[in-house]
């Protein structure tokens, strides 16, 4: 019924406002438990779950990188206008990998590194 991505971040305020403010994530719940711990629940669109094997995931990395750069597991958001959200989410601290590429799959794809270290794609479909 619901796909919930849990991110364990080092920096919660510098994450909350990434994925909130610059990448325009909705703050659906967010609540202090004990001690420090702290949650926040962000609506991120609909979810899928893309599996790939080993030469697929080369294959995108070649395509968005140049190199085979990401890890297991990589986020990819499908968005409106990607190097504008590019541009903010670079503000906010991001590191961005490559140009953006027009892909065999007609996607305009922009990959990125999270202030937190997760490979970020941003698609648009043309």
Do not use: C, H
């Amino acid at each position: 019924m619901e796909l919930r991505l849990v991110l364990t971040v080092d920096d919660f305020d510098q994450a909350l406002g990434f994925y909130r403010d610059a990448l325009g994530f909705r703050e659906l719940e967010k609540w202090e438990t004990t001690g420090d711990a702290r949650v926040a629940i962000l609506e991120a669109g609909r979810a899928t779950v893309e599996l790939v094997n080993e030469a697929q995931a080369a294959a995108i990395d070649d395509v968005e990188v140049g190199s085979r750069v990401s890890g297991p597991v990589r986020i990819a958001i499908e968005v409106a206008d990607g190097p504008g959200l590019a541009a903010r989410l670079v503000a906010a601290g991001a590191e961005q990998l490559a140009d953006p590429v027009l892909t065999p799959w007609n996607d305009l794809n922009i990959r990125l590194r999270t202030p937190d270290g997760l490979q970020l794609t941003l698609f648009t479909v043309q």
